[in-house]
């Protein structure tokens, strides 16, 4: 099992305080976990209204066969609704989400992500946009890409 702590809130960093927050992760395919089948139902994250810290725990991509990934779903104000991470893999452990992030297996090819600040060190086979100032600054792949 892994458990997985964060900070849920909108871009300008403020918790979704009264709004009826709610972060689902929920497997990609169905699978099995020793004796269990693992459906695709989304697992609710525990979230605190006031700071935004949220924690989860889910059974681990490396405990199921074959192995899963997740969805990470936001939601709020019944019935806002928002992919914020798709494909996400969760080994087993205690994690907190950005290092999950960049913990699990590498992006793929032709991936774009977006952050505030520049790319963390070793990104690799990725388009990433810093979109902290006014105007997005492209990074591209260390591998070549963009020449």
Same mark, same amino acid.
């Given at each position: 099992?892994?458990?997985?702590? #964060?900070?849920?809130?909108?871009?300008?960093?403020?918790?979704?305080?009264?709004?009826?927050? +709610?972060?689902?992760?929920? /497997?990609?395919?169905?699978?099995?976990?020793?004796?269990?089948? $693992?459906?695709?139902?989304?697992?609710?994250?525990?979230?605190?209204? &006031?700071?935004?810290?949220?924690?989860?725990?889910?059974?681990?991509?490396?405990? =199921?066969?074959?192995?899963? +990934? !997740? =969805?990470? =779903?936001?939601?709020?104000?019944?019935?806002?609704?928002?992919?914020?991470?798709? #494909?996400? !893999?969760? /080994?087993?452990? @205690?994690? @907190?989400?950005?290092?999950?992030?960049?913990?699990?297996?590498?992006?793929?090819? &032709?991936? $774009?992500? *977006?952050?505030?600040?520049?790319?963390?060190?070793?990104? =690799?086979?990725?388009? *990433? $946009?810093?979109?902290?100032?006014?105007?997005?600054?492209? *990074?591209? /792949?260390?591998?070549? #890409?963009?020449?």
């Amino acid at each position: 099992m892994s458990t997985i702590t #964060g900070l849920l809130t909108d871009a300008g960093l403020s918790p979704f305080q009264g709004r009826f927050p +709610r972060l689902k992760f929920r /497997p990609v395919n169905a699978t099995t976990a020793d004796a269990h089948v $693992v459906t695709r139902e989304p697992v609710d994250a525990v979230i605190n209204d &006031g700071t935004g810290e949220f924690s989860v725990t889910v059974v681990s991509s490396d405990e =199921t066969t074959p192995p899963t +990934r !997740y =969805t990470v =779903t936001a939601d709020w104000d019944s019935g806002r609704e928002l992919d914020v991470i798709q #494909g996400l !893999y969760v /080994p087993a452990g @205690n994690w @907190n989400l950005s290092d999950l992030i960049l913990a699990t297996a590498p992006p793929s090819v &032709g991936m $774009v992500m *977006y952050g505030f600040g520049p790319p963390p060190p070793g990104l =690799t086979n990725v388009l *990433y $946009v810093d979109i902290s100032g006014s105007k997005p600054v492209l *990074y591209a /792949p260390e591998n070549g #890409g963009i020449g």
